[in-house]
């Protein structure tokens, strides 16, 4: 395989057409039998990768390059799966634009080269893969939940986290699924997955979810300030599934699909290993 080839299948997965801007080839290769791939992969996953006989290493977060740059591009995706979910489109749009633009003048001044350069010194094949693996994730979780709850209207917060735990990343993470803004007890209403988009949308995105009617939103991680608003507000839950173990359950799938096509994968660096 080619970088390409393996761009094209995680696109493929994530029912994509084209790569979304918060992922991409940074250093094109050929020949790919062994491939490294992890949550966050810099100099340091780099090296050792390289020292383990890897072709390509893959990151998941966009840690250079376009792909770190652009992240706040796909935030509009947030857009879609917030009408899914009963907001009012123009209501969507505006609520994102307050996060949307920190996390752009936030990354403007990141030091977008660093593992780039540290990519193409080495002459390391080097690509980030972000959007299709939180999109495999989101559309995963939520199957998950939607299966597990759907005969339970009275479903309770510890139902939503039980749930959860029936998918192995899940067992196996040391982060496990905790609840932020509510209690075992309470019930869960209307449970929506929030995974993909970029990073989170911040308040008045969260809020508007709870305003349109959902009970539960689930998201791999929720900053303090989202969720003392939320508890101020008083009409949803917030359940954290964890972080390293969500973004495993979407890299997982793609690394799965990698081995079906014949590559060897080390997982590293926060990816958790389901076999």
Do not use: W
């Not at 123009?90 to 920190?102: D, I, M, S, T, V």
């Not at 954290?240 to 690394?255: K, L, P, T, Y």
Request: hydrophobic share 40%.
């Amino acid at each position: 395989m080619n970088t390409k080839e393996v761009m094209d299948i995680a696109l493929d997965l994530a029912d994509l057409k084209e790569t979304p801007a918060d992922s991409g080839i940074i250093v094109e290769g050929e020949d790919i039998k062994k491939v490294a791939i992890g949550v966050d992969m810099e100099l340091a996953e780099m090296m050792l990768a390289e020292k383990l006989g890897a072709d390509l290493v893959i990151t998941h977060h966009p840690s250079g390059g376009d792909p770190r740059i652009n992240l706040h591009k796909v935030m509009d995706n947030q857009i879609d799966t917030m009408t899914k979910a009963g907001v009012p489109i123009n209501k969507a749009q505006k609520a994102l634009q307050e996060k949307k633009g920190q996390v752009e003048r936030g990354l403007h001044v990141s030091n977008y080269d660093r593992a780039v350069s540290a990519a193409k010194l080495m002459k390391m094949p080097f690509m980030a893969v972000h959007t299709p693996a939180d999109i495999l994730a989101e559309r995963t979780v939520q199957s998950l939940l939607d299966e597990k709850l759907k005969d339970q209207p009275k479903a309770t917060l510890k139902d939503v986290t039980d749930a959860l735990e029936t998918r192995v990343e899940y067992q196996r993470t040391s982060a496990k699924p905790v609840i932020r803004v509510g209690s075992e007890k309470d019930y869960a209403g209307k449970v929506v997955v929030v995974m993909a988009g970029g990073t989170g949308g911040g308040t008045n995105v969260i809020k508007s979810y709870f305003e349109a009617g959902v009970g539960t939103l689930v998201c791999m991680h929720m900053p303090e300030d989202v969720i003392k608003a939320v508890k101020e507000q008083n009409i949803g839950n917030i359940v954290v599934a964890g972080h390293m173990a969500s973004d495993s359950v979407g890299i997982n799938q793609f690394a799965d699909a990698l081995e079906a096509k014949g590559a060897e994968i080390i997982r590293m660096s926060g990816l958790i290993d389901p076999k």
